[in-house]
């Protein structure tokens, strides 16, 4: 049977070379003499901390005190040591031994376990790394079954742009989840986002500084989303000043019309005639039976040209300026009655 084998390593206070077998190592860092050594050490420095501590200067103030009290009571001192007590003469037997240890030369050391004694294998200084690991390779501990996680997990908070930041980089995330806190997990080839258990996002992990990375798809579902905002926003502002229009848009669906083209177009013709006859020109184009753009621009004509009105001139005003042309929804104004009626309650009360 072979003998075991064993893990060599220098003693981190004299720095000797220390053999331990499996059954002993325990990851030691002293040999067997500096353990004790290095404890007592580490005990002498606690106590040196605590004794700068506020508590450990009471503590020590206080058994100065006592040791005092203590000293006032002592009546025997002890002899002084003579002079000649602390020489040893030496020994003759001795001073030969040491001379034949310095001649004779010195045997190999054993590799015997610095703990418990066992005879450890001899070490093959010709072994590669690669030989020992095949020869110990059976001696191993499988790996678990489910790997332990080493993903870097942070919690991260998305603004209004649809960008999470993670080391020093910003990566794309679905416009769905903007204005909400997320979290980030990272390993070293892959970063990952996730809404609580849902995974919204897979990102090459980047290493370098101030750099987007972006998926081409959230960037797609988001300029998608922005065009049909800015359509509804069109028809919302067309419909409010034309009421009209709502009923001309959806004869227009109904025969596969371009609605966005056409909100445009009616839109234009809004700020060139004004609400009024834009109203009056879809209504035509209504009964009519056309729901097109040039229906209405032909009606827009005729009732200009039985005006006798010159042809409209496009002015491109500022935007402070449209603004006051802006078409207002009046309120009902019953709730400022009946602040005024509470007010007049308060009064007629204090008054009693």
């Given at each position: 049977?072979?003998?075991?084998?064993?893990?060599?390593?220098?003693?981190?206070?004299?720095?000797?070379?220390?053999?331990?077998?499996?059954?002993?190592?325990?990851?030691?860092?002293?040999?067997?003499?500096?353990?004790?050594?290095?404890?007592?050490?580490?005990?002498?420095?606690?106590g040196q901390r605590y004794q700068r501590s506020r508590r450990g200067r009471f503590a020590h103030a206080a058994r100065a005190r006592r040791y005092r009290v203590r000293?006032?009571?002592?009546?025997?001192?002890?002899s002084p040591d003579s002079p000649a007590d602390g020489v040893l003469q030496p020994d003759r037997?001795?001073?030969?031994?040491?001379?034949?240890?310095?001649?004779?030369?010195?045997?190999p050391p054993q590799l015997n376990c610095r703990f418990c004694g066992t005879l450890l294998s001899p070490l093959d200084r010709a072994m590669t790394v690669r030989e020992a690991f095949v020869q110990e390779q059976s001696l191993l501990l499988p790996l678990p079954a489910n790997p332990f996680p080493v993903e870097e997990q942070v919690a991260v908070k998305?603004?209004?742009?649809?960008y999470v930041r993670f080391d020093l980089n910003d990566y794309t995330v679905p416009h769905t989840h903007v204005r909400r806190t997320l979290s980030?997990?990272?390993?070293?080839?892959?970063?990952?986002?996730?809404?609580?258990?849902?995974?919204?996002a897979s990102h090459r992990r980047s290493y370098d500084r101030a750099e987007q990375i972006e998926d081409p798809q959230h960037l797609k579902t988001l300029v998608e989303f922005k065009r049909e905002a800015r359509q509804h926003r069109g028809i919302n502002s067309l419909t409010r000043a034309v009421p009209s229009c709502q009923l001309l848009l959806m004869r227009a669906a109904e025969r596969g019309a371009n609605i966005g083209g056409l909100t445009t177009a009616l839109?234009?013709?809004?700020?060139?005639?004004?609400?009024?006859?834009?109203?009056?020109?879809?209504e035509d184009a209504l009964r009519a039976g056309s729901a097109h753009t040039n229906t209405v621009r032909a009606a827009l004509e005729r009732r200009r040209a039985a005006r006798g009105a010159p042809p409209p001139v496009v002015i491109n005003l500022p935007e402070h300026?449209?603004?006051?042309?802006?078409?207002?929804?009046?309120?009902?104004?019953?709730?400022?009655?009946?602040?005024?009626?509470?007010?007049?309650?308060?009064?007629?009360?204090?008054?009693?």
């Open positions: 049977m072979q003998p075991p084998s064993g893990r060599l390593y220098l003693c981190a206070r004299c720095r000797a070379q220390v053999f331990v077998c499996r059954q002993c190592d325990r990851g030691n860092r002293y040999c067997r003499d500096c353990a004790a050594h290095a404890r007592r050490d580490s005990v002498r420095e606690a000293r006032q009571f002592v009546t025997h001192h002890g037997d001795d001073a030969v031994a040491l001379a034949n240890a310095a001649v004779r030369p010195a045997a998305v603004g209004k742009t649809p980030v997990r990272a390993d070293l080839n892959q970063v990952r986002v996730f809404d609580g258990a849902e995974m919204i839109l234009r013709l809004l700020d060139r005639y004004g609400a009024v006859e834009l109203q009056a020109a879809v300026v449209r603004r006051k042309d802006a078409p207002v929804q009046p309120h009902r104004l019953d709730t400022y009655d009946q602040l005024t009626r509470e007010e007049g309650d308060d009064v007629d009360h204090d008054q009693q």
